[in-house]
């Protein structure tokens, strides 16, 4: 608590002084006022994505309604007009790029739920057989391959539950496996034109871009392939990079998750020394818990209830069906899991009778219906900053969680877990019924890690249909004129209307904050190309870089966008960036379209600490540490850099 009380203040300094500076600055400069005031909304921006001082789509949608009140506030302001025109403000809900990603959404959840996952981890537990030098480079590519067509952290998701059963089937360590996949799943989002946000984004930009600029200096929108190379490039680097040194950097460690779901507590020992149980104990009249509520005897006794049973027949069984506040009863019996130290204790304390086996509940926490499970909370789940108390977890969700790994630590029942304000990241021990677990599989608060457990497969009959419809988009984008929205959204439809995806999956399927960061920071981009902020600060970069020659140029513009992606969210890395380099491109005399594809391959490079989602996202069920990223990702930049670099000059002289 110690340093999350001094972080806040220190940041507050930093804030100051950068804007005591930017005010110097200001005064003595800029230009004009409408740069001046662009350049603020920048560094704001920059601020509260680089300090994460509220979420970063809160921090977009206030920047454009900032945005759009300077319109009211012109005269206090000291300008003719607002930033942005209000009748432009809220374009980017409706660009090309937005709703390019919500059909990419979409199209990927189609593929998921027709359980084509489970085939690819069949496959390549087929001929990788159990080797670590050959599982890598399958699963590597395979990410990369299905990243390139879909968002890079949705491809992560998909594949963590098939990276966690070759794990558990192969023996090789998660944290041997997870980091490669993870890795490629970013560099996969650079083969392809709708593979990340940022390239998805940027032929917008680019158009952005034009309206400013004299016909001859316009530029042309790149096509869904144009970084293919570039891209095939980057993947074959991180996979030849793994395999050669990943003796060295990969981590192996002790904290990791595991996948298989069991009612068997040996799982639980290995990897948590947890020795949990199932016990069935019968509370009689003249015990001391009768009349005690549940949440009282599971708090103080490090115990959990799963199962009760009245005298008068009322069975509940499983974390939802039980209330924190239901009462104890006399000659109730109840069905619990904890350790055998804690189970002697429960006995001795409350002077209830432990049944020598499972007898009322034998049926009903059989392990064919219920069993314990793992789900990691997902960058953008809506319960990072809360705890499991506070939205009823046992009742909303299904789940009765034992313990928390979180750091390469694992907390247990009775230490708190259940005021602990989750994170991304977080693994949670749950134990729940196959059925409830089965649902959290479509709920984009949880990754449901846990893959072997009795559940009917997803939709496997509408495998075709998906794969029709897939190919529909994919043919419309590669042969025909129309637009890339249109293209992916009659894909993402086609599954709809045929099946392979009910109309509210679909929605669920849509990262909502994604879509509002991204609409969000489109007129910010706007403000600083048609206000002149971006020429300006061509001009300044260019007199400091300028006697460097072109190369050295784009690669400075290169390493600022990576530093910039490690601090921020990349498309504001994107939104910020690419009229800066566009304008340093015709400072310069050279192809601004390179130069912006530059900034939007370059914000992929995020590997050195884990503040991209697929890094988040990985983090807790390999039990990694930030010391292994940097370890692993240092390296991994700097590759990224150079042949980027080289396969940029090559393909594009």
Same mark, same amino acid.
């Given at each position: 608590m110690a340093q999350e009380k001094s972080a806040f203040p220190l940041k507050k300094v930093i804030a100051a002084v950068i804007f005591a500076l930017f005010s110097l600055f200001l005064a003595t400069v800029v230009p004009s006022r409408e740069i001046a005031w662009v350049t603020a909304m920048l560094l704001l921006t920059i601020y509260l994505f680089a300090f994460e001082v509220v979420d970063v789509d809160v921090a977009a949608v206030s920047i454009m309604v900032l945005l759009g009140l300077t319109t009211l506030f012109a005269p206090?302001?000291?300008?003719?007009?607002?930033?942005? #025109?209000?009748?432009?403000?809220?374009?980017?809900?409706?660009?090309? *790029?937005?709703?390019?990603?919500? *059909?990419?959404?979409?199209?990927?959840a189609g593929l998921d739920k027709t359980g084509i996952m489970t085939r690819v981890a069949g496959f390549i537990l087929k001929i990788g057989g159990t080797t670590e030098t050959r599982i890598i480079p399958i699963i590597? /590519?395979?990410?990369?391959?299905?990243?390139?067509?879909?968002?890079?952290?949705?491809?992560?998701?998909?594949?963590?539950?098939?990276? /966690?059963?070759?794990?558990?089937?192969?023996?090789?360590?998660?944290?041997?496996?997870?980091?490669?996949?993870?890795?490629?799943?970013?560099?996969?989002?650079?083969?392809?034109?709708?593979?990340?946000?940022?390239?998805?984004?940027?032929?917008?930009?680019?158009l952005a871009s034009n309206a400013a600029l004299p016909a001859d200096q316009q530029m042309d929108t790149w096509g869904l392939? /144009?970084?293919?190379?570039?891209?095939? *490039?980057?993947v074959a680097t991180g996979i030849i990079y793994f395999v050669i040194a990943g003796r060295f950097v990969l981590p192996k460690t002790k904290s990791e998750s595991s996948t298989v779901g069991s009612n068997t507590t040996k799982y639980f020992q290995d990897v948590y020394g947890i020795d949990y149980h199932l016990y069935e104990v019968y509370v009689p009249a003249e015990s001391s818990l009768v009349?005690?509520?549940? #949440? %009282?005897?599971?708090?103080?006794?490090?115990?959990?209830?799963? @199962?009760?049973?009245?005298?008068?027949? #009322?069975?509940?069984?499983?974390?939802?069906?039980?209330?924190?506040?239901?009462?104890?009863?006399?000659?109730?019996?109840?069905?619990?899991?904890?350790?055998?130290?804690?189970?002697?204790?429960?006995?001795k304390e409350y002077g209830v009778e432990l049944r020598p086996s499972l007898q009322t509940f034998s049926e009903s926490l059989a392990s064919t219906k219920a069993g314990i499970g793992e789900v990691v909370i997902p960058p953008g789940s809506n319960l990072v900053g809360k705890s499991a108390r506070d939205v009823w977890m046992r009742k909303t969700y299904g789940i009765a969680m034992v313990a928390l790994h979180r750091n390469g630590e694992t907390m247990r029942e009775g230490e708190g877990i259940r005021?602990?304000?989750?994170? *991304?990241?977080? $693994?949670?021990?749950?134990?729940?019924?196959? %059925?409830?677990?089965?649902?959290l599989e479509t709920d984009r608060n949880f990754v449901v890690v846990t893959t072997e457990y009795p559940r009917e497969e997803s939709r496997p009959q509408k495998l075709w249909h998906a794969g029709f419809f897939f190919g529909i988009a994919l043919f419309m984008v590669l042969f025909t004129d129309i637009r890339l929205s249109v293209a992916l959204l009659t894909g993402a439809i086609g599954m709809v209307l045929s099946g392979v995806l009910k109309i509210e999956e679909a929605y669920?399927?849509?990262?909502?904050?994604?879509v509002f960061l991204l609409a969000s920071l489109i007129p910010l981009g706007l403000a600083v190309e048609t206000s002149? $902020?971006?020429?300006?600060? =061509?001009?300044?970069?260019?007199?400091?870089? @300028?006697?460097?020659?072109?190369? @050295?140029?784009?690669a400075s513009i290169a390493a600022l966008a990576t530093f910039f992606t490690l601090v921020m969210s990349n498309?504001?890395?994107?939104?910020?960036?690419?009229?800066?380099?566009?304008?340093?491109?015709?400072?310069?005399? =050279?192809?601004?379209?390179?130069?912006?594809?530059?900034v939007a391959i370059a914000t992929s490079n995020s590997f050195l600490i884990p503040t991209h989602q697929v890094n988040a996202l990985i983090m807790g069920p390999a039990g990694y540490r930030v010391p292994d990223f940097m370890r692993a990702g240092g390296i991994m930049t700097i590759l990224f850099l150079i042949v980027m670099m080289v396969m940029m000059n090559l393909v594009f002289p």
């Open positions: 206090l302001m000291g300008i003719q007009q607002g930033l942005v #025109d209000t009748n432009l403000l809220f374009n980017g809900f409706a660009s090309n *790029a937005v709703m390019s990603i919500i *059909a990419v959404m979409i199209i990927g590597s /590519s395979t990410v990369g391959f299905i990243s390139s067509f879909m968002q890079n952290v949705g491809a992560a998701a998909l594949f963590l539950p098939v990276v /966690s059963r070759i794990s558990a089937r192969s023996g090789l360590p998660m944290s041997r496996l997870l980091m490669p996949m993870g890795f490629c799943a970013i560099l996969g989002g650079t083969v392809t034109m709708v593979g990340s946000s940022p390239l998805i984004l940027l032929n917008d930009l680019i392939f /144009s970084v293919t190379p570039i891209g095939l *490039a980057l009349g005690k509520l549940l #949440d %009282e005897i599971e708090t103080v006794n490090h115990v959990r209830v799963i @199962g009760t049973r009245r005298p008068d027949g #009322d069975l509940r069984i499983g974390p939802g069906a039980l209330m924190r506040d239901l009462g104890i009863d006399a000659q109730m019996s109840l069905g619990m899991l904890t350790s055998p130290e804690d189970i002697k204790h429960f006995v005021d602990m304000p989750l994170q *991304a990241g977080d $693994t949670l021990i749950v134990h729940t019924t196959w %059925e409830a677990l089965a649902r669920e399927a849509v990262s909502w904050k994604t002149g $902020t971006a020429r300006w600060i =061509a001009e300044q970069t260019v007199s400091v870089v @300028g006697g460097m020659p072109g190369w @050295g140029i784009q498309v504001g890395a994107t939104v910020l960036l690419v009229p800066l380099a566009v304008n340093i491109a015709l400072q310069v005399g =050279a192809n601004p379209a390179v130069y912006a594809l530059t």
